[in-house]
C-alpha cells in the first residue's frame, strides 16, 4: 500500500490533530482547544503498523462559519477527501454532525472507504442508541477512542480497523494484459534506455507488463527501439503483440508491419484502470481546439523528470502544431487540488498515474469528468497526435 493517503475529517475541535498525533505516536500536529486551529489540510507522513508509510492528511473542521474565509477552508478539506484512499471521521458526544453527512455522502459517491471514530470516549462515552444508530447506516459501529486516554491496546485496535477498511476497499486494477496474453505468447516490449530512463532499473508500468504477461504464461522479450527492426526481421511471425513507450510511438509504428498488433504502455494502464473509454470519448475534443484554448495538465508524479518534460514542453509543443493553434497549458502537479470553475478549460490531459494509486487516479478522473471536461492521458495524446491511436487501439478494444 506505498502511497496510501488516509484523510481525517470533523468538526472543529473534534480531535482530528490530536488523532494524528495518537496515530503516529508522536506530536506531528498541532493541537489546542481554540475550535478552528488547523486551517489548511496538512500532509504528515506517518507510519501506521501493517499498513507502513503513508500519507495522513489533517483538515480543518468541515463546520467552520468563519465567513469567506471559513468556507473556503470547508472547501479544501472536502477536496482533500477528494485524493484520499480511505478517510477516518472523528465524531463525539453522540453526535453525527450535517458536515458529516456531507462527507460521508461525497466518499460514497468515490466509493472511498471511511471509518467512523467515536473520540473523546473519556468525556462522554458512545451510547447504545448512536451506535446502533451508527451500525444500521453505515454497517458498523464507529470505533471507540479517545485520544487522550489510549493505551496501546486502543492504538492497534484502531489501526487494526484502518487496515481492514483499506484492505477491503482497495481497488484493484484489471491485471495489464487481461484477454491479451495466451500462454506461450510472445510480447515485445520497447522500453527505450535514454537519458530520461532512470538508473539501473526499468520504469513502473514496464515491470509492471513483465509481470502481468508472466501471470498469463507468455513471454515477455524486451528491446530498445534500435534492436526493434533486427528482432522483427528475425522472429516476427512469433510475436502476438508489440507494447511502446509512447514517446517513441511513431517509429516503433514504421518498424512494426500491419499484420502484428502494436499498442502502448499508456493504453494499456488506461484500460487497467477502467479509464480507456473515458480516454476515447477525450480524444475526440481534441480537434475541437481552437485559439487561445485552455488545457490542463494533471501530472500526478511532481518529481520525475520524464513526466515532468513531456507534459511541461513535449506534449505542449505537439499538440499546439498539432492543431495549429495557440493554446494555454495551466499544470497541476502532484495530488494538489484542481482550483475554480473547470469549465474554463477545453481539454484535460493526465498523465499516466503510475506514482499513485488506483483509486486516487480514478477519483481525480471521476472529479474531472463530473465537471463536464474532457479528459485525455499523456500517451494516448502522443499516440493521436502521431497518427497511430487508431492502430494502437484497436488490440484493447
Ligand atoms: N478529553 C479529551 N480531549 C480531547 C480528546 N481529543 C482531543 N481532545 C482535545 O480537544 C481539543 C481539540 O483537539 P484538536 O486535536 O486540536 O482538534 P481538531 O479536530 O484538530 O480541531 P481543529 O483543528 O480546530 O479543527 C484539544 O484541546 C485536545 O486536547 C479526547 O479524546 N479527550
Ligand atoms: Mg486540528
Redesign the pocket.
Known amino acids: 500500500m506505498g502511497n496510501t493517503v488516509i484523510g481525517i475529517f ?12 495518537s496515530l503516529s505516536g508522536q506530536e506531528v ?11 489548511d489540510p496538512v500532509r504528515k507522513r506517518i507510519e501506521l503498523p501493517g499498513i507502513g508509510i503513508c500519507t495522513v492528511i ?4 468541515l463546520d ?1 462559519d468563519g465567513g469567506e474565509l471559513g468556507r473556503e477552508r470547508v472547501a479544501r478539506s472536502l477536496q482533500a477527501a477528494e485524493q484520499v484512499d480511505m478517510g477516518i471521521i ?1 465524531l ?1 458526544g453522540n453526535e453525527f454532525p450535517p458536515a458529516a453527512e456531507t462527507l460521508t455522502a461525497l466518499l460514497k459517491r468515490r466509493e472511498v472507504p471511511f471509518l467512523l471514530v467515536h ?5 462522554e462515552p458512545m451510547n447504545e442508541a448512536f451506535a446502533a444508530k451508527m451500525c444500521e447506516r453505515f454497517g458498523a459501529e464507529p470505533q471507540r ?6 493505551t496501546i491496546e486502543d492504538r492497534d485496535a484502531l489501526t487494526s480497523a484502518i487496515r481492514t477498511r483499506l484492505t477491503d476497499g482497495l481497488l484493484r486494477p484489471r491485471p495489464m494484459f487481461d484477454g491479451l496474453v495466451k500462454p506461450g505468447a510472445h510480447i515485445l516490449l520497447v522500453c527505450p534506455i535514454d537519458s530520461e530512463a532512470p538508473e539501473g532499473r526499468l520504469i513502473l508500468p514496464q515491470v509492471m507488463a513483465i509481470r502481468s504477461i508472466l501471470d498469463y504464461g507468455g513471454v515477455a522479450q524486451a528491446v530498445q527501439q534500435e534492436q526493434l527492426a533486427a528482432e522483427i526481421e528475425t522472429n516476427g511471425k512469433q510475436i502476438a503483440l508489440v507494447v511502446t513507450d509512447s514517446q517513441v510511438f511513431a517509429r516503433v509504428a514504421a518498424i512494426v508491419p500491419e499484420s502484428i498488433p502494436l499498442t502502448s504502455f499508456s493504453m494499456l494502464l488506461a484500460r487497467s484502470t477502467g479509464s480507456l473509454d473515458v480516454f476515447r470519448e477525450g480524444i475526440k475534443a481534441v480537434e475541437r481546439l481552437r485559439d487561445g484554448d485552455r488545457v490542463l495538465m494533471l501530472e500526478s508524479c511532481s518529481h520525475h523528470a520524464n513526466c515532468e518534460d513531456i507534459g511541461r514542453v513535449k506534449i505542449p509543443n505537439l499538440l499546439q502544431k498539432h492543431c495549429g493553434c495557440k493554446l494555454e497549458f495551466e499544470m497541476v502537479s502532484g495530488l494538489d487540488p484542481i482550483e475554480g470553475d473547470l469549465s474554463r478549460y477545453a481539454l484535460a490531459v493526465q498523465c499516466g498515474g503510475c506514482m499513485v494509486t488506483p483509486r486516487q487516479l480514478r477519483n481525480r478522473i471521476a472529479y474531472v469528468v463530473e465537471s463536464g471536461l474532457k479528459v485525455v492521458n499523456y500517451g494516448m495524446l502522443l499516440a493521436y497526435i502521431s497518427g497511430i491511436y487508431d492502430r494502437a487501439i484497436k488490440p484493447l478494444i
Open positions: 470533523g468538526n472543529r475541535n473534534a480531535g482530528k490533530s490530536s488523532l494524528v498525533n500536529a498541532i493541537v489546542s482547544d481554540v475550535p478552528g486551529t488547523t486551517t489533517d483538515t480543518a473542521g467552520d472523528v463525539s473520540n473523546r470516549e473519556d468525556e477512542y479517545s485520544c487522550r486516554k489510549a
